[in-house]
């Protein structure tokens, strides 16, 4: 096991190398570079404009230009971003937070809520209830989390809700006490928790309900209704154990899609995170920060899929790593 | 395994089914589809929604960039059937006039009335090189119908939504296209070479695959300059959702590949002399056709999701050009949002699509699924 978590350690340096170099790819490709727009600047003058350019080695050659970037992103510098006038580490570090709070809250949230109805589904497979949440699951899979945030964002302002439709905290937010800071937050990410929940809740739903009705099939749930054991033990001890298994390694693969899906969830409702950061520098050009949005992307995928990995592992003992 | 089995017996010409009948095993995949219902509802929406698309010029009463600058952000407007004598009549409309410019608020204006014309003469067009002008309705010249509402520069959102569709609707399947061929032939070569070819291959489809789809098309879209024009944007548009695409289809079929190549009618091929690319595409890749259709039609949503998203935060389809996603862009802003409910439409539209896609894939994958018996 131990072996196995190392090897999958390793196996992340060469992953990030590659998804540097696409990245830099990119942005070789793109127009212009990250200094063109301080070129158009007034305020900027020829010398700071070459200094600058002479700092970030922009006057070499590409792949020169690419060893300097992985130089300094070993000492934990991943450049300057020309949009915040702050190192990209900085201003990446705020809104990761931000990010991985509204993901974590949602996702936690929504296992909490949907393995119980993706249960209560398989068991009372047919049934009125059954029918009626598998369709509002699949309307939730359906609808994308930006719509249901319009749709949401129009309800409160329209129908007068007491909920922010923006931000991330109030104004005098630094004046608060503790726990009027937890409850101005909790307020702020009412909303856009709401959007990320359903969306995993309803794809959750479904795979939790017909994972449960293949184990339910199996042979051993029938052995163990045999035996005389209740109806409860048999579901909880023996069928639901196993079925959730799967799941981890779903929530694995769908982290990708949790991600794309909280970035713009982010960006409609105006949440400061990573996501919205990213369409800013986009649209800005601010390449250094594109390119650092992009890897702390590509290590938050990869992270995730490790540890939904070795959970996995660690749950099910029919699986062995060597 | 039983999947590949059946999916060989397919490619025979015929099967013996009930009662000695002769039927093919796409024709008994039809027929178990047909009573599929909501998937054969789902397939009707899809078939309306297309149609709509590909005809917008007939459909729409305006086009798609007729705009009206004393009709911003009109409200829809009300098709009457009932005369103000309190009459039965044909649908009417009557005329509108603006009560509040700053708010953009209209009101009927009761003493002006425009029949609904059908198979009138409107804005020129040309469709396939013909010339024309004949549109489906419309009514007399200075009355407006908007059955959607108008947007910010008093465009028609109906005749927008049959022109955007052309793009939302179509991205999705000349995408799904693209990533499919490339996804079929490099799972397909990775899968039958194995080894250090297979392992090259696959990191590099793995590197592609560990970035967020949704920050790498946002990126790719950076690289577009702006210079593009609408039908050019539209191609490198789907390019890059394809780009994004191909990766995960060429893991799963090289897996599938890996599993085929070294069944007993591979080697057999082999021994006969077929070249490898003809083993891999004549022999191989045929046996992974029922996955792939599956897998199509419940991907397509996630190209129109993409290209809805991209053109919402406004680096996908670009103004003037329509898109669903482009049209709401619009709602973004609070105000008009809660002020005019109706940019909010484009939306149900791309939800009806994708859902229909989802019933409809769902009834593809248990009509070919041999292990669902009915």
Known sequence: MFRYIARRFLYIIPMLLGISSLTFLIMQLAPGDALTTMKLSPDISEEVYNAMRARFWLDQPPHMQYIRWIQQLFKGDMGHSFLWHAPVTWVLRQRLFNTLLLTLASTVLGWIIAIPIGIHSAVNQYSWSDKLLTFVAFIGVAIPNWFLGLLLLYLTVSRGWGFPVGGMTSIDFADFTFWEKTLDLARHMFLPTIVLTTGIVASLIRYMRSNLLDVLRQDYVTTARAKGLSNRVVINKHAVRNAINPLITIFGYQLGGILGGAALTEIVMNWPGIGSLMLNAVQGKDYYLVMGNLLIGAVMLILGNLVADILLAASDPRIRYE | ?374
């Open chain 2, 1 to 374: 395994m039983a999947k590949t089995a059946t999916t060989t017996a397919m490619n025979a010409q015929t099967v013996y089914a009930d009662g000695g009948a002769i039927r093919s095993p796409w024709k008994m995949a039809w027929r178990k589809l047909r009573r599929h219902k909501l998937a054969m509802i789902a397939m009707w929406v899809l078939i309306v929604l297309h149609l709509f698309a590909i005809f917008a010029d007939f459909f729409a009463p305006y086009s798609e960039l007729t705009t009206d600058r004393r009709r911003t952000y009109h409200s829809p407007t009300r098709v009457h059937i009932i005369s103000p004598e309190g009459k039965l009549t044909r649908p009417f409309v009557y005329g509108y006039t603006r009560v509040d410019t700053l708010r953009n608020l209209y009101e009927e204006d009761k003493s002006v009335i425009y029949p609904i014309k059908f198979f009138v003469r409107g804005d020129k067009y040309s469709f396939l090189g013909l010339e024309s002008n004949l549109r489906l309705f419309g009514v007399e010249a200075p009355g407006k119908i908007y059955l959607f509402g108008a947007d910010r520069y008093g465009r028609d959102i109906f005749s927008r939504l049959a022109y955007g569709g052309r793009r939302s609707l179509f991205i999705g399947i000349i995408g799904l296209v693209i990533s499919m061929s490339i996804g079929l032939v490099y799972g397909g070569t990775s899968g039958y070479f194995g080894g250090w070819v297979d392992n090259l291959m696959m990191r590099v489809a793995e590197i592609v695959i560990s970035i967020p789809g949704f920050y790498l098309l946002l990126a790719l879209s950076a690289i577009l300059p702006p210079s593009l024009g609408s039908t050019e944007r539209f191609l490198m548009i789907t390019v890059i959702l394809a780009f994004i695409g191909w990766a995960g289809l060429a893991r799963v079929i090289r897996g599938m590949v890996l599993s085929i190549s070294k069944q007993d009618f591979v080697t057999a091929s082999e021994a006969v002399g077929c070249s490898q690319p003809r083993i891999i595409i004549r022999h191989i890749l045929p046996n992974t056709m029922s996955y792939v259709i599956v897998n199509a039609t419940l991907s397509i949503p996630g190209f129109i999701l993409s290209e809805a998203g991209l053109s919402l935060i406004g680096v996908g389809i670009q103004h003037p050009d329509a898109s669903w996603g482009n049209m709401l862009s619009e709602a973004l802003n609070l105000t008009s949002l809660t002020r005019y409910p109706w940019l909010l439409i484009p939306g149900f539209f791309i939800f009806i699509t994708v859902l229909s896609y989802s019933f409809f894939g769902d009834g593809v994958r248990d009509a070919l699924d041999p292990r669902a018996q009915t």
